[in-house]
């Protein structure tokens, strides 16, 4: 058969003239990566060839394995090796050679009775042991330089170098040999000190210290832009090498520049310069003071980092190689660093650094020494109560915060007691439209044509102008800066009691956060009021809470009353009820002192609310307080007394308590509970005639007043530096906390007689005249005859 003819037949004009350019552009592309890809593959083989050949060119083989002979295998090879090669022709010797190079383990003579590879093993061992060994390289001496003055020819500089000389070995051996026998050789031996010699010398060395340290202080404070640099010199005797002193004067270092600290830093927060402000030329004086700057930031960073480890240090105890501190003298350490760190935090606010300040002395709030704790905390009330524009505020409630967070809120309640003295009495509110428009409205200029002449619009002008200017200038800006500070601050403290309250209700710090939400109860927003209200009175009729807590609880829930919640319509009578029920557990012992919280909740109850309260609950109220007055402390009755007197006087009703001849239905239940069902009206405030014999001056004027109807004017009115001062501050000047008496206690007469009185009852008028004579007159021939006139005397009697 022929070959197969192709029936594909070519294509016809028509055909080609019907694909498009793009379809040929497209195959042509096609067919060129084809032949590219396999023109790639190729040079990609024969660059695989090229290097296997190379490689079984380098390689070396590998010489045959000895293996042990029997003896008559050993006399038949000693007889082959007789042989003369010459007798094998050259094909077969060389056919021999190869065969010994690819020689298999089929070739061997496997009879011996060793295993093969043992010989091999024991050589592997050998040489991995070998290998495992550390080598030493041999290191050439390194050869030290000089550099010389180069040589400077037409067209470059030579330099010139030399090796710097070194003696010989010999020489170096022969000094080695030269004995130490000689005295000079011999190091003195240092004498044996006593213990009074060892603390008078240990006097010595710690008075010139601390003339060191205060001459450095000294010349710091003098001219601190010139001696800055001394601040290195006394920051490095923060780390005293000397044993015996070295805890005193690490202490009195780091007092000192506390107090250098205190006084240089200026009064504002440096910024680092910008490149351009660097770049650029300024005077001599500016120059100056940005190095002071400088060097005062750096000195300050360094001094606060030392304190840091200090503390680090001591909590860790770890003691370092190089330190001659004890581990026991850490502690006296540290303490002195957090002594520095909270002066520190109080007194420079403003200065850099205050934030990690912060971060380093809030977690020491809670550390187990008493000592720090209270140390910490007394700083941050202290930073509270003096920071006025509330930036340090913030940034201490924050970090406070995310303290009690990550602590799963188990922290002393003394971190949160401290929030109670924040400088919050204002914060932002939602405006209405008519506080958001501008307060003054200056004219148009079509008023001012129509309503002024031309002289009066010319002043008018230049009036706007002023108050313009004036109203950039006021201080309006940082009022609502300072406002907005505020209302941040106090949404972070919120957050805090609302977490534990919701998450922690039997912890310990329910009656700080029961404490503070009563002092800012009034800044709560509204929308809060009722979820609140309903987590107070669960919390008191849980019965889990101390009657101190119980009434936190109630004097929160009638701040939130008394001010924005007046819009709610609400009836705590629960409230009313645990009180009155509560007031029986006060007495003069440890709770007399919880008694301005009850004088806060009764007038936050009674006066404040008194057109939702009732008469019977007043007049309940009034004589359950009458009769606490009668079992608690002085200061506390002055109290009582002082509140029950602005209760008459908000409800004059109840002036039918101080009349015993009126009665009512019923009989007063005073062991009831319940205020509004113990019939109050049908009793009288006997209490009041028995506080009338009070040892206490002031209880006996309030009783007294109280018992004539507490008048305005006239006998039974009060004082007026009584009458006009509030129940809060009667109670705390009257108090016997500082084991004072006020007003102070006369001491008695003394019954013995120091000098003799001469009067008119013990002698008659002419025995007095007489006696009076005789002591005025001058000379000495008067005489004292006073037997006649007791003769007379007697004669009269």
């Given amino acids: 058969m022929g070959p197969r003819k192709n029936k594909k037949r070519a294509p016809s004009f028509r055909k080609l003239l019907k694909t498009s350019n793009i379809k040929i552009e497209n195959k042509l592309k096609n067919r060129q990566f084809k032949q590219q890809s396999t023109a790639k593959k190729n040079r990609k083989e024969q660059r695989k060839l090229r290097i296997a050949l190379k490689d079984a060119s380098s390689k070396v083989p590998l010489p045959l394995e000895t293996y042990k002979k029997r003896p008559d295998e050993e006399e038949e090879e000693e007889f082959e090796e007789s042989l003369p090669i010459d007798m094998i022709e050259e094909d077969d010797l060389e056919q021999l050679k190869a065969m010994a190079q690819k020689a298999s383990f089929l070739t061997r003579d496997l009879s011996s009775s060793e295993p093969v590879h043992a010989n091999k093993r024991k050589r592997e061992d050998v040489i991995g042991k070998y290998e495992k060994m550390p080598r030493r390289m041999q290191f050439e001496e390194e050869k030290e330089i000089i550099h010389l003055l180069p040589i400077k020819d037409k067209a470059r500089i030579i330099p010139q170098t030399m090796e710097r000389p070194v003696l010989k070995k010999e020489e170096e051996e022969e000094e080695e040999e030269i004995p130490v026998d000689s005295e000079e050789g011999k190091q003195p031996e240092l004498p044996v000190l006593t213990t009074e010699e060892l603390l008078v010398k240990r006097r010595q060395t710690l008075l010139e210290k601390q003339m060191h340290i205060a001459s450095l202080a000294s010349a710091i404070l003098s001219d601190p832009p010139n001696n800055i640099k001394k601040m290195k010199e006394l920051r490095s005797m923060l780390v005293e090498n000397v044993p015996y002193v070295a805890v005193t004067v690490r202490k009195l270092v780091m007092l000192s520049l506390t107090e250098v600290f205190k006084d240089i830093v200026p009064s504002y927060r440096i910024r680092p310069l910008t490149e351009s402000e660097k770049a650029a030329k300024v005077k001599k004086e500016t120059q100056k003071l940005r190095e002071f700057e400088e060097g005062l930031i750096c000195q300050y960073k360094f001094y606060l980092e030392n304190l840091e480890q200090i503390i680090k240090d001591w909590k860790q105890m770890k003691k370092k190689k190089s330190d001659v501190v004890s581990l026991k003298s850490y502690k006296g350490l540290a303490e002195v660093a957090v002594k520095c760190l909270c002066e520190l935090l109080v007194s420079l606010p403003h200065f850099n650094f205050h934030n990690n300040i912060i971060v380093t002395i809030v977690p020491l709030m809670n550390d187990n020494s008493k000592q720090v704790s209270a140390m910490c905390c007394e700083s941050v009330k202290k930073l509270f109560t003096q920071d006025k524009e509330g930036q340090a505020s913030l940034g201490m409630v924050k970090v406070i915060s995310g303290l009690v967070k990550s602590r799963n809120y188990d922290v002393r309640p003394e971190v949160l007691n401290t929030l109670l003295c924040l400088r919050i009495k204002e914060v932002q509110v939602k405006r209405d439209a008519d506080d958001i428009a501008p307060k003054k409205k200056f004219m148009t200029y079509k008023e001012k044509r129509k309503n002024l002449s031309r002289m009066k619009r010319k002043w008018k002008k230049t009036e706007e102008r002023l108050e313009k200017e004036l109203l950039e200038a006021e201080a309006s800006e940082s009022k609502d800066k300072k406002l907005k500070l505020h209302t941040e601050t106090l949404n972070i403290v919120f957050l805090t009691y609302f977490r534990i309250l919701k998450k922690a209700q039997k912890s310990t710090l329910l009656p700080s956060v029961l404490e503070g939400l009563a002092k800012f109860a009034h800044l709560i927003n509204l929308e809060f009021f009722d979820d609140l209200l309903v987590v107070l009175q669960n919390l008191v009729e849980s019965g889990d809470l101390s009657y101190r ?71 309940a109220f009034i004589k359950r307080l009458t009769t606490v007055a009668a079992h608690v402390l002085p200061n506390s009755s002055i109290g009582i007394l002082a509140s029950l007197r602005v209760l008459m006087h908000t409800f004059p009703k109840s002036d039918i308590l101080l009349d015993s001849e009126s009665h009512g239905s019923g009989t007063y239940l005073p062991e009831l509970d319940e205020p509004e069902y113990c019939n109050p009206q049908n009793t009288a405030l006997w209490e009041l005639h028995v506080l009338q014999r009070h040892y206490h001056p002031v209880v006996k004027k309030f009783a007294a007043h109280l018992l004539v109807g507490a008048p305005s004017e006239g006998s039974g009115a009060l004082s007026t530096d009584l009458g006009r001062r509030a129940f809060t501050d009667l109670f705390d000047d009257y108090s016997m906390s500082g084991m004072t008496f006020n007003p102070p206690v006369s001491s008695p007469p003394s019954k013995k007689k120091d000098k003799f009185i001469a009067g008119g009852g013990l002698f008659d008028r002419t025995l007095q005249e007489f006696v009076d004579g005789c002591l005025g007159a001058t000379d000495e021939t008067c005489t004292l005859d006073f037997a006649t006139h007791l003769k007379c005397f007697s004669g009269k009697r």
């Fill in 549 to 619: 807590e119980n009434l936190h609880c109630i004097q929160t829930a009638f701040q939130v009353l008394s001010g924005q919640g007046d819009v709610l319509n609400i009836d705590p009578l629960k409230f009313y009820t645990h009180l009155y029920r509560t007031l029986f557990r006060l007495h003069a012992g440890e709770s007399n002192d919880d008694m301005i919280i009850v004088l806060r909740c009764i007038d936050a109850m009674l006066n404040k609310r008194r057109k939702q309260v009732t008469l019977q609950r007043v007049l």
